[in-house]
T-cell receptor, first 114, second 114 residues
Framework: AQSVSQHNHHVILSEAASLELGCNYS??????LFWYVQYPGQHLQLLLK??????LVKGIKGFEAEFIKSKFSFNLRKPSVQWSDTAEYFC????????????FGSGTQLTVLP | GAVVSQHPSWVICKSGTSVKIECRSL??????MFWYRQFPKQSLMLMAT?????????EQGVEKDKFLINHASLTLSTLTVTSAHPEDSSFYIC??????????FGQGTRLTVV
């Protein structure tokens, strides 16, 4: 069974600081990888996704993530965070097999101080 | 595009009654639908996955007789919590997938059982 680990449960940064959130997955086959964001009181939104090709993926709002296959990692980065980035961030993986289960990590709460 | 509507947004019910939550993909056909529940300050826990043309696959520990999932069409899935109890109080979120790619999520339903 696949699993996703997010090691940072709560990250607190000041505005303009750089951000990197860790995500590791365990699955031996081909996977598609995602980062979702959930702003307070809102529904989940897709930040970015990786299916194939360039392992450096750029998403919305200045976020990017790098897929490193050898490390089973898909870390999320942003060079300079803003107060409006305060939210919960979830890494997710879906196997390309028939099960098609989308599995989420435990989430990372990001608090950006103004 | 890719809008998912979940209804109701919140519901309060008495212990022992049943509650139905609807999830609709408004502008696309969802070949796979996911149901999650989210406890406060925790991640999304996958409850079940339903693929087009087949019965829902429940995750270990999820009672299929208690959480009835009906994938009625490519645009509608329902989750019925039968004989609800206070411990069923949670935030339920549906996700709609299109053939193994990313999922689009509804706004969630806050269920409170009193």
């Amino acid at each position: 069974a696949q699993s996703v680990s997010q090691h940072n449960h709560h990250v607190i940064l000041s505005e303009a600081a750089s951000l990197e959130l860790g995500c590791n997955y365990s699955y031996g086959g081909t996977v598609n990888l995602f980062w979702y964001v959930q702003y307070p009181g809102q529904h989940l939104q897709l930040l970015l996704k990786y299916f194939s090709g360039d392992p450096l993926v750029k998403g919305i709002k200045g976020f990017e993530a790098e897929f490193i296959k050898s490390k089973f990692s898909f870390n999320l980065r942003k060079p300079s965070v803003q107060w409006s980035d305060t939210a919960e961030y979830f890494c997710a993986v879906v196997s390309s097999g028939s099960a098609r289960q989308l599995t989420f990590g435990s989430g990372t709460q990001l608090t950006v101080l103004p | 595009g890719a809008v998912v509507s979940q209804h109701p947004s919140w519901v309060i019910c008495k212990s022992g009654t049943s509650v139905k939550i609807e999830c609709r993909s408004l502008d696309f056909q969802a070949t796979t639908m996911f149901w999650y529940r989210q406890f406060p300050k925790q991640s999304l826990m996958l409850m079940a996955t339903s693929n087009e043309g087949s019965k829902a696959t429940y995750e270990q520990g999820v009672e299929k007789d208690k959480f009835l999932i009906n994938h009625a069409s490519l645009t509608l899935s329902t989750l019925t919590v039968t004989s609800a109890h206070p411990e069923d109080s949670s935030f339920y979120i549906c996700g709609c997938g299109t053939g193994g790619t990313e999922a689009f999520f509804g706004q969630g339903t806050r269920l409170t059982v009193v």
